[in-house]
Nanobody, 122 residues
Framework: VQLVESGGGLVQAGGSLRLVCAAS????????IGWFRQAPGKEREGVSC????????NFADSVKGRFTISRDKAKNTVYLQMNSLKLEDTAVYYC????????????????WGQGTQVTVSS
């Protein structure tokens, strides 16, 4: 199983970024892909998740209305579109996967990518 994140960077508050999670080595359609983030000194927290079998999605309250998640089954790729970015969105963003449906907690995902840094400046 391999997950590779990309798309992070430096953006001004109010701007947008699209993160990409490219997956390989497992049956993509039967797994869930979650996005998590971890800011310095803070615990890793869930941001969004998509269950690939039916496309159902979940979002943390802090990003609802600003972030969207989507998948391209043909490319085994999941996207996290982040709009109206805020300073507090600054973190390392990780994608993770596990079989079945979305799970709420990081410990419930056995496979992780290496992370991509998102920095929002004022």
């Amino acid at each position: 199983v391999q997950l590779v994140e990309s798309g992070g960077g430096l953006v001004q508050a109010g701007g947008s970024l699209r993160l990409v999670c490219a997956a390989s080595g497992f049956a993509f359609s039967y797994y869930a892909i979650g996005w998590f983030r971890q800011a310095p000194g803070k615990e890793r927290e869930g941001v969004s998740c998509i269950t690939n079998s039916d496309g159902s999605t979940n979002f943390a309250d802090s990003v609802k209305g600003r972030f969207t998640i989507s998948r391209d089954k043909a490319k085994n790729t999941v996207y996290l579109q982040m709009n109206s970015l805020k300073l507090e969105d600054t973190a390392v963003y990780y994608c993770a996967t596990g079989p079945g449906r979305c799970r709420a907690y990081p410990g419930q995902y056995p496979y992780w990518g290496q992370g991509t840094q998102v920095t929002v400046s004022s």
